[in-house]
Structure formats: structure tokens, C-alpha cells
T-cell receptor, first 112, second 116 residues
Framework: DQQVKQNSPSLSVQEGRISILNCDYTNSMFDYFLWYKKYPAEGPTFLISISSIKDKNEDGRFTVFLNKSAKHLSLHIVPSQPGDSAVYFCAASVNSGNQFYFGTGTSLTVIP | ETGVTQTPRHLVMGMTNKKSLKCEQHLGHNAMYWYKQSAKKPLELMFVYNFKEQTENNSVPSRFSPECPNSSHLFLHLHTLQPEDSALYLC???????????????FGPGTRLLVL
């Protein structure tokens, strides 16, 4: 049973516009969430994280929003750039421990 | 060299072979992980070592055998694998739960394994 779900396998966005990637989870005990970005033939690269005590965390063009009541988080990329084209994974853990549960990923294509 | 490195990057092996995957981290971390990534599936955690002690083993078949000789090195020994074991094997490291703070994991580039 998958505890972290990314229901959109792919997303295409025009350069300069906003990309919104979504992630849903089922375990209310999750308290730490991360987004990773993965290019082909490379391992996932840490992008941004959020603790459950916050509802928003921003780092440059990347903002993660957490809605605990809906068990939903999203990653906003503004403005989107062609170099952002990659697969994005969300992940969650319990008690900030070191067992993470990953989603299946969303492939983002930013069209120049 | 910085970050997390993995060798080999690609491996083709027969079902009767024995091979090993190697991972090395240069981040001063105390926890290391093996993940399996199959097509269209989420990353599956296989093994966790925290301060050189194995703390998780998620029902992984015994044909996969991990070894963590020190906090910088992690091996995955492979023996009599099946074709369905073909996947991308990713190593990761993190500060370690005793280190305090959030356990952000940093990944290596992976080993693409094909079992014939």
C-alpha cells in the first residue's frame, strides 16, 4: 500500500510560467517532507524540504506548501525554466527518522 | 571527490554470478541506505545502516547481502539474482538519527543492473 502518491505521471509547462507538482500522503504521522529532482542517468538531488510545523517553505524559485488537514503537499516552481525539466519525487518520513517513503515521481517538461 | 559515489555505474550479470555494488560517501554522514528503483514504481528502501548498525531490512531476499564496514562505505553483495532484480540501485547517505536535525538523504548516481 503506497503511503505517498504522485497521481500525475507527467506535466508540461511553458517556460516562464508556474509549474505545480502535487503529492498526497495517507499517513498522518509523517512530519517531514522532501522534494527531489532527478535527471536521467543521475541519482535524485535534494531540492527542498518542509517540516510539519510549517505550511510553507521557500527557496528561490521553489516553494513547497503543506496542507496537513488534506494530507497534501505541492511544489511550485516560478518561473519555470527548461533546465527544470526532470522527474520530481516527493518523500515523507515519520518522527524525522531515516525511513523515507517515496512517490512514483512526476516528469516535468518545460517547453522553451 | 565530493558527495556520494557508486561503482560500477552499469552492470550486466548472469543468474549464477556473484557481484558487488560499492557506495562511498564523502559527506561525513553516519547513515547509509540502499534503494531499488524499478520502472514506474516508487523507490523501495532495501537496507539502512545507522552508525554502522543495520536498522532496517525491508523483507529483502537473501540473495541481496549488505555490508557496511565503516560509516563511509556501503556494499551490496549480489548472488544468484533473478531477471526481475534488474533495476537501478541507488545508495544514499544522511547525517544519522543520533546526529539530531532533519534526516535529508543525499543520493549517488546509481548502478543500472541487468540480470540475464
Amino acid at each position: 500500500d503506497q503511503q505517498v502518491k504522485q497521481n500525475s505521471p507527467s506535466l508540461s509547462v511553458q517556460e516562464g510560467r508556474i509549474s505545480i507538482l502535487n503529492c498526497d500522503y495517507t499517513n498522518s504521522m509523517f512530519d517531514y517532507f522532501l522534494w527531489y529532482k532527478k535527471y536521467p542517468a543521475e541519482g535524485p538531488t535534494f531540492l527542498i524540504s518542509i517540516s510539519s510545523i510549517k505550511d510553507k517553505n521557500e527557496d528561490g524559485r521553489f516553494t513547497v506548501f503543506l496542507n496537513k488537514s488534506a494530507k497534501h503537499l505541492s511544489l511550485h516552481i516560478v518561473p519555470s525554466q527548461p533546465g527544470d525539466s526532470a522527474v520530481y519525487f516527493c518523500a515523507a518520513s515519520v518522527n524525522s527518522g531515516n525511513q523515507f517513503y517515496f512517490g512514483t515521481g512526476t516528469s516535468l517538461t518545460v517547453i522553451p | 571527490e565530493t558527495g556520494v559515489t557508486q561503482t560500477p555505474r552499469h552492470l550486466v550479470m548472469g543468474m549464477t554470478n556473484k557481484k558487488s555494488l560499492k557506495c562511498e560517501q564523502h559527506l561525513g554522514h553516519n547513515a547509509m541506505y540502499w534503494y531499488k528503483q524499478s520502472a514506474k514504481k516508487p523507490l523501495e528502501l532495501m537496507f539502512v545502516y545507522n552508525f554502522k548498525e543495520q536498522t532496517e531490512n525491508n523483507s529483502v531476499p537473501s540473495r541481496f547481502s549488505p555490508e557496511c564496514p565503516n560509516s563511509s562505505h556501503l556494499f551490496l553483495h549480489l548472488h544468484t539474482l533473478q531477471p526481475e532484480d534488474s533495476a537501478l540501485y541507488l545508495c544514499a547517505s544522511s547525517p544519522g538519527v543520533r546526529a539530531g536535525g532533519q534526516e535529508t538523504q543525499y543520493f549517488g548516481p546509481g548502478t543500472r543492473l541487468l540480470v540475464l
